[in-house]
């Protein structure tokens, strides 16, 4: 058990040397995800039906860690070389000595993911909380624990995020055409992106408008880019550059940021992300209006549901 925040949390350290197990998260509203410790995922509201992340078995889950759920890369600039990092990914085991933690609060409604890259000095951290009004909030602290000034250019977000409308059923058996209806914009202004589909997915000829979307966004890092689709990550981990997208049809859809952070020795950047399904467009449209007009009430108001 240690103490993180104020908080008690009980700790598996070097979580890494385990097989992937699952994980139980629990909300104190309608939440629910259930959550491998590689960092694969399903997640919702109130049932199976109304996922925000697909909604598969376990084995499933633990095994599409790298394309659904978070996802973090880091091309970390130190003494004129690069470096790439993929924090929780096995995809290029072995190229650095980490270290892997897992706490899980002793309440069992927060988990935090840590991992420490000796080579780089750097840690980077992220938790999964649940807000009544702001849906699934995941807080990311990047730290630089070297002694020397680091430059890093990171690509940080989720992946496979579901749009309103795509049942478990319609998850399962019929994902490659769930696919083909879906749609991802993004309000440029306030940063937030609305996943929904074309048309409810029926095999009548009836009309069947999908008037519900799910949403991202974010707060700490102001300057990103947004890019709503994974089709730039080999770009970017093999060293190109990659813009920002505001519309993105046909594809899974994600939330991903690209921006650059210089952190001197000791220095942290913080960012949150906030995803949640089922939203109306009054809904949208008053989430965006305080992104853009009232931020600072908006976070305050995240902070106190979080607490």
């Not at 995800?33 to 598969?56: C, Q, W």
């Not at 001197?264 to 960012?271: C, E, F, K, L, Y």
């Given at each position: 058990?240690?103490?993180?925040?104020?908080?008690?949390?009980?700790?598996?350290?070097?979580?890494?040397?385990m097989p992937p197990f699952f994980i139980s998260l629990v909300s104190h509203a309608e939440h629910w995800?259930?959550?491998?410790?590689?960092?694969?995922?399903?997640?919702?509201?109130?049932?199976?039906?109304?996922?925000?992340?697909?909604?598969?078995t376990d084995d499933k889950i633990i095994q599409s860690a790298a394309y659904t759920g978070p996802l973090s890369v880091f091309r970390v600039e130190k003494a004129g070389k690069t470096y790439l990092w993929t924090p929780f990914s096995?995809?290029?085991?072995?190229?650095?000595?980490?270290?892997?933690h897992l706490c899980k609060s002793v309440w069992g409604n927060e988990l935090i993911f840590e991992e420490y890259?000796?080579?780089?000095?750097?840690?980077?951290?992220?938790?999964?909380?649940?807000?009544?009004?702001?849906?699934?909030?995941?807080?990311?602290?990047?730290r630089n624990e070297s002694s020397e000034k680091l430059s890093v250019e990171l690509l940080d977000g989720l992946q496979n995020i579901l749009p309103y409308g795509i049942d478990a059923n319609l998850q399962?058996?019929?994902s490659n055409l769930a696919n083909a209806y879906k749609r991802s914009e993004l309000h440029s202004a306030s940063k937030l992106a609305v996943y929904a589909l074309s048309a409810i997915i029926v095999d009548r000829a009836?009309?069947?408008e999908a008037l519900k979307a799910s949403i991202a966004w974010s707060s700490g890092l102001?300057?990103?880019?947004?890019?709503l689709s994974s089709d730039q990550l080999e770009t970017f981990t093999s060293g190109g550059s990659v813009v920002g997208e505001a519309d993105k049809k046909g594809v899974a859809c994600a939330f991903l940021l690209h921006t650059t952070r210089h952190l001197?020795?000791?220095?942290?950047?913080?960012?949150q992300i906030c995803v949640d399904g089922h939203k109306t467009q009054p809904q949208i449209v008053d989430l965006i209006d305080a992104l853009m007009h009232k931020p600072e009430d908006l976070m305050a108001s995240l902070a106190q549901e979080l607490a």
């Open positions: 058990f240690i103490e993180r925040n104020g908080a008690r949390y009980y700790r598996i350290a070097h979580v890494d040397q995800m259930f959550i491998a410790s590689n960092g694969g995922l399903t997640a919702g509201r109130e049932k199976e039906d109304h996922a925000v992340f697909p909604y598969y096995d995809r290029y085991k072995g190229v650095y000595p980490i270290e892997r890259n000796p080579v780089l000095g750097l840690r980077f951290t992220y938790s999964w909380r649940f807000s009544a009004s702001y849906g699934f909030v995941r807080s990311c602290e990047l399962n058996i019929r009836v009309p069947a102001s300057d990103a880019q947004v890019l001197d020795a000791g220095d942290q950047a913080n960012w």
